[in-house]
């Protein structure tokens, strides 16, 4: 890099920038192209400056260095262990510089809210994304202005109010909904129910009848109750595909594995704790005897880990005392389990995550558990989390039941007694 160059980068960024996206992209050796493509999310750092960043790439080569905070290990250890010794051998002094393809469509309907805005810049980073549909009953049009002046590829096009939503719609790879209003102090989730049930139920019809094979995302809680909503819909609709709707529980896993990193000093990125259950309060069940690295807990770390991540949402809807709930956390978990999908999607074949979907694990006709995504969504559940479990684990699974077992009933009752709009 010329010295003009670098003073250049030096203005708009600090030596030694560090900065994590969650992407997919394709590792080019100069002068020995890779045969294939190997989807993954990944973290870049500069020795010296940024010479420029789009969102895609920084200064003329990247390298590397570990997993981002958008991938999980297992998919990293793969990439790594595929890649990086094919390029090496072919040739050892060369560097990778980076290939996009921006490819998938995504939709999130309620762009304009507290987790809408963050997310929607989230997915304007990433390289798979081509076009980025924001929707929302007000506000959305200044979102899109803002957002359209980042360069990165997706083309962002705002849609408002019930007579542009199937517009936004057509076409759709992957839809998101975190639409609905957010929990207020001494609000439970239950407490959300019958405003955001409508919501939910509303969107779901519109999804069903103009993009009905896109993967769907719900974030709108209550998700124990609203994802059993979407799901009635859907069948309702004659379009319902168990393995293209998704709970978006991801929160749930990043909060385990920030909170066991923390206790136990632990390097975050190597963490993965496993959560099951639901996605509300003793529902949430953090497999600890499960976390990788092997660590140990006392019976004291468990009881207050665990009523930690279950009450995690709580404590940010207290800690911003009325204004507002858990947004940016939920967005960025919601981000990444968007880039894992779409990483499924592009045929990336070792992805996993966390997810509350339709499930033959337990008793229960919903579960969230840990799934490997595919091109046609779910395409396995993981069953080996639940065996081999803690007397405390296999003790709060059980209690889970009742509780999760009447939210996904009052969901799907809720649909029942309502006509799905032809």
Same mark, same amino acid.
């Given at each position: 890099m010329s010295s003009r160059k670098s003073k250049k980068c030096e203005m708009a960024t600090t030596s030694a @920038? !560090?900065? &994590?996206?969650? @992407? !997919?992209? &394709?590792?080019? @050796?100069?002068?020995?192209?890779?045969?294939?493509?190997?989807?993954?999310?990944?973290r870049f750092t500069s020795q010296n400056?940024?010479?420029?960043?789009?969102?895609?790439?920084?200064?003329?080569?990247?390298?590397?260095?570990?997993?981002?905070?958008?991938?999980?290990?297992e998919s990293s250890a793969a990439l790594r262990g595929s890649f990086v010794p094919k390029a090496q051998k072919a040739n050892p002094r060369s560097q990778y510089g980076l290939q996009p393809v921006a490819s998938y469509k995504v939709a999130i309907l309620g762009a304009a809210g507290g987790i809408g805005q963050p997310l929607a810049l989230l997915i304007k980073m990433s390289p798979l994304v081509s076009a980025l549909n924001l929707y929302d009953i007000a506000n959305v049009k200044g979102v899109a202005a803002d957002l359209s002046h980042?360069?990165?590829?997706?083309?962002?096009?705002?849609f408002t109010g019930a007579s542009e939503l199937g517009n936004c719609l057509k076409g759709v790879n992957v839809v998101v909904i975190p639409a609905g209003v957010p929990r207020k102090p001494g609000m439970t989730r239950d407490d959300l129910f019958n405003i955001n049930a409508n919501i939910v139920k509303t969107?779901?019809?519109a999804v069903a009848?103009?993009?009905?094979?896109a993967f769907i995302h719900i974030i709108s809680n209550p998700v124990n109750s609203t994802v059993p909503i979407a799901a009635e819909v859907l069948k309702q609709k004659g379009v319902y595909d168990p393995k293209k709707l998704f709970g978006v529980t991801t929160l749930d896993v990043v909060r385990a594995n920030t909170f066991v990193a923390q206790k136990k000093n632990l390097k975050l990125i190597d963490v993965d704790v496993p959560v099951v259950g639901g996605h509300a309060g003793i529902t949430i069940l953090?497999?600890?005897s499960k976390t990788k690295p092997s660590v140990s807990f006392t019976d004291e770390e468990v009881e207050q880990l665990t009523v930690r991540i279950q009450n995690a949402g709580t404590e940010v809807v207290e800690a911003k005392a009325?204004?507002?709930?858990?947004?940016?956390?939920?967005?960025?978990?919601?981000?990444?389990?968007?880039?894992?999908?779409?990483r499924a999607l592009d045929g990336d074949g070792d992805v996993y995550e966390c997810s509350f979907v339709q499930s033959d694990l337990t008793d229960l006709p919903f579960f969230a558990s840990r799934i490997k995504l595919?091109?046609?969504?779910?395409?396995?559940?993981?069953?080996?989390?639940?065996?081999?479990?803690?007397?405390?684990e296999e003790k709060a699974l059980e209690a889970l039941k009742p509780e999760l077992k009447a939210s996904i009933e009052k969901g799907i009752a809720f649909v029942q007694k309502q006509p799905i709009t032809a």
């Open positions: @920038s !560090t900065f &994590s996206i969650g @992407s !997919t992209v &394709s590792f080019r @050796s100069k002068g020995n192209p890779l045969p294939q493509t190997k989807p993954f999310a990944a400056s940024l010479a420029s960043f789009s969102g895609l790439k920084a200064a003329t080569y990247v390298k590397c260095e570990s997993e981002s905070s958008f991938l999980g290990t980042c360069n990165t590829p997706s083309q962002v096009q705002d969107l779901v019809e009848d103009n993009c009905p094979d953090p497999l600890l009325g204004a507002g709930s858990a947004t940016l956390s939920m967005a960025y978990a919601a981000a990444r389990f968007v880039e894992s999908s779409l595919g091109t046609k969504g779910v395409e396995a559940l993981i069953p080996s989390d639940l065996s081999g479990l803690s007397e405390y």
